[in-house]
Structure formats: structure tokens, C-alpha cells
């Protein structure tokens, strides 16, 4: 359904009770998850409906035609090389069960990219990322506090493995990607105060140190090089100004043997008193080791995704498939670990490249609007963590991405050239 118009009167109904309370939810139940009877559920999916619902109702419901072109060619084609080409060609007969929940997982995200898109042009998109920010910034904070004060409140609920704080997230390394997407609003917005900016920083670093993560603060240390080469190459600044930072990088530098000894030095201690503080501090000592050992198995994981996509690099494996398929071929029963990996599997070359390629662009063309510049900034370096992240975990299916990518989309669309 196409909306005649883009304007939401935000007097009507777009200040409807309801509907906002349902935003409210969706943004912050996108930080939980949890598996219920064998299937990945977050209480976000339930009022991300009632979004939908009320948006179909009210006849304000946009789908934008090339992304829904683009999912149409995707299900067939997964669909088809699942049922049909996969079992000919390696004498594989995947579960029709695993099928249909891997194809429902796909339309999900797209619901999500719908939901995204749409609440973008219903003008509640800073709303959602404002909240979406502060509660996983709460969370953050419950964390420290447990885990610092070692308190062993909700152990089974909030921690992995009774050590790795991972919040309401089914996974710690999730859940340190999205409490780095959540700073990013704290970091970005002007109006916020400084002290602020560098209290949310702060906050963000302890609650991924909690949560044991590896591919959390290498994720948190990419981003914040990356806002660090900004800060000192594309933003304007006095001649002074830019002498004293010249100086400092050059003594920073000089400096760095004897700090990364003192930091050894402190996180050891931290890491006798923390447990899941260890598998960071492995980063520090042995990062080859830290990358391919100690619960992480990234090397191997990857290896047979690139097996996996050897297989079929032009249509992909399909869904459903992937698991048994590594299995049967190579004797290796995990997801890839990286979604870019696992979509490129799945998907084939072809198709996996257009679509990282048209995401990209995005991200490109986010950089340079001058449109609602900061919140499309937000969004732009939200999905770039994702994305950092996706190097070391599959978010493929995650929630966020995708309501944040449509919602990006939407908002660096040309609003003239909207069908009415």
C-alpha cells in the first residue's frame, strides 16, 4: 500500500497514544532476546506489529519499490536453490522445517526494513533512536554496577555463562555491538553536553569490558579510530590547534611500549578479579591466539564458510541448508560468524555484492546529506558498527540493522520524487 501523501500530521494521528507507546517498546525491546521453543524472539517483534497494523490502517504505510524488488529476487532465489538445486546437485536433502524458519527469519528483516523505513517518514525516527539509546545506555549501567560490585542479582538471566554480562541479549557479543551503536547518539547529538559525550564513552567501554566480548572492543577500538581520523583530517581547526594535536600524537606514539605495558599491567589485575575481563585481556597478550582460541573459533569458522560458498559461488546454498550442508562436506556445524560470509553463502557472489555494494552507497551518500545531517550521521555510523561487527558474529537476521538501514533510506530519499 502506497500512502497518498508524506506529511504525518503529527496532531492527529500521529500523536496517537498508542502508536507511540508501540514505538516507544519496539525501540527499546530491540536490546532483548531470547530463543522460545527453538526460535529467536524479542517482545519488539509483537509492537513493531501494532506499528505495522496502525500504519495500514491509518493508509500511511509506504514500501519502497526497489527494496521490495530486491526481496522478491532474493526469496526466490534462496527459496528455489534450497529446495531444488541443493538436493540435486550434492544429494542433500535439507529439513522443509528449517526451510520455512530460515525464510521467515528473512521476512522479518524485511519487516524490520519496512517498520525502519516507515518510521522515518512518519517523523518519529528521532524518537526511536533517542530512546533505543538511553535504554541501552541502562542497561550498560546495570551491568557495570552488577558486575564491578559483584552481585549476583539475575545471574541465569543477565549473564552468559555466569560470568559474561549480556544484558537482555541472547549473546555478549551482541550485545557489546549494540551498547557501541547506542553511544553513537550520545556522541553525536550537539546538544548534549560534553561531559556527557565523554560519560557516555566511558560507560560504554565498561559495559563491553563486562560482557567479555572480543569482538566488542575490537569493534569499539574500530570505531573510535575511525571518529578519531575524523576529528583530526575532515573538521576544520586553528593552526594552534592543529600543532598541539600534531605534538601529541607524535608523544603518544613515542609513549606507546611503556603504556601498553601499564595497561597490561592493570588489565591483568582486573582480569584476576573479573573472569569475563580474561578473554579481553587475551586480546592484549596473544591477539592471534585471542582471534582463534579461547572460545572464539573464528579462523575455522570462516574457513568453512569459504568452503561453503565454493560450493555454489554463483547462486549460493540457499537457506536452511547451511549447517547440514558444512556438515556433510566438511564436517562443520556453525554458522559462519561473519554476515558477510553468510550472506555471500546463502545468497551467491552476485547478488551478496549488490546488495553490500547498494549499502555502501548509502553510507556514502549518508556522509555527505546535508539534510537532517545529525541524524543521518547517527544512522550512518550506527550500521557501520554493525557492520564491524558482522566481521566476527552473523547479524545477518539482526533487528537493528535492518530497521536502521531502512530508515536511512528513507531519510536520504529525494522527497519530491515520491510517487503520491
Known amino acids: 500500500m502506497v500512502a497518498h501523501t508524506l506529511e504525518w500530521n503529527r496532531t492527529e494521528a500521529g500523536r496517537s497514544v498508542w502508536v507511540t507507546l ?10 532483548q532476546s531470547n530463543v522460545i521453543f527453538g526460535v529467536n524472539l524479542s517482545f519488539a517483534d509483537f509492537f513493531s506489529i501494532f506499528i505495522l497494523v496502525f500504519l495500514i490502517w491509518n493508509k500511511r504505510l509506504l514500501v519502497p ?17 534450497a529446495a531444488f538445486y541443493i538436493p540435486i546437485k550434492f544429494m542433500h536433502e535439507p529439513a522443509p522445517a528449517r526451510i520455512v524458519s530460515d525464510y521467515i527469519k528473512l521476512l522479518a528483516i524485511f519487516f524490520y526494513f519496512i517498520i525502519g523505513y516507515n518510521l522515518s517518514q512518519i517523523n518519529y525516527l528521532k524518537e526511536t533512536i533517542r530512546w533505543y539509546s538511553y535504554f541501552g545506555m541502562l542497561i550498560g549501567i546495570v551491568g557495570v554496577w552488577l558486575t564491578f560490585l559483584n552481585i549476583p542479582l539475575f545471574t541465569d538471566i543477565l549473564y552468559f555463562a555466569e560470568t559474561r554480562f549480556r544484558g537482555l541479549m541472547i549473546d555478549p557479543n551482541y550485545f557489546s555491538v549494540l551498547q557501541i551503536t547506542a553511544m553513537v547518539y550520545f556522541t553525536r547529538m550537539e546538544s548534549i553536553k560534553t561531559r556527557y559525550k565523554l560519560l557516555a564513552a566511558i560507560l560504554t567501554l565498561l559495559s563491553v569490558l563486562v560482557s567479555g566480548s572480543k569482538t566488542g572492543i575490537i569493534t569499539l577500538l574500530s570505531y573510535s579510530l575511525i571518529r578519531l581520523v575524523e576529528y583530526l583530517f575532515l573538521k576544520q581547526k586553528k593552526l594552534n590547534v592543529l600543532v598541539f594535536q600534531v605534538f601529541f600524537i607524535v608523544v603518544l606514539a613515542l609513549l606507546a611500549p611503556w603504556a601498553m605495558l601499564l595497561l597490561e599491567t592493570i588489565f591483568s ?22 582471534v582463534s582460541e579461547g572460545g572464539s573459533g573464528r579462523e575455522a569458522t570462516w574457513k568453512a564458510a569459504l568452503q561453503v560458498i565454493q560450493l555454489s559461488p554463483l547462486i549460493g546454498v540457499g537457506i536452511g541448508t547451511y549447517t547440514s550442508l558444512a556438515w556433510q562436506m566438511f564436517h562443520y556445524d556453525n554458522v559462519a560468524h561473519n554476515t558477510f560470509l553468510q550472506l555471500t553463502a546463502e545468497w551467491g557472489i552476485p547478488l551478496a555484492v549488490l546488495f553490500f555494494i547498494y549499502v555502501f552507497f548509502i553510507l556514502g551518500k549518508a556522509t555527505q546529506s546535508k539534510m537532517n545531517n545529525e541524524i543521518n550521521l547517527i544512522l550512518r555510523d550506527m550500521i557501520i558498527i554493525l557492520l564491524i561487527g558482522s566481521l566476527a558474529i552473523s547479524l545477518n537476521n ?7 538501514l531502512g530508515a536511512i533510506v528513507f531519510s536520504l530519499k529525494d522527497k519530491n520524487a515520491v510517487t503520491k
Open 22 to 31: 508501540s514505538i516507544f517498546f519496539t525501540a527499546i525491546l530491540l536490546h
Open 65 to 81: 519499490m526497489t527494496p521490495l524488488v530486491f526481496f522478491i529476487a532474493i526469496s526466490f532465489m534462496v527459496l528455489v536453490t
Open 269 to 290: 589485575g582486573i582480569a584476576a578479579k573479573i573472569p569475563s575481563f580474561g578473554r579481553v585481556y587475551y586480546l592484549l597478550t596473544d591477539f592471534g591466539s585471542a
Open 398 to 404: 539482526a533487528r537493528v540493522l535492518w530497521l536502521f
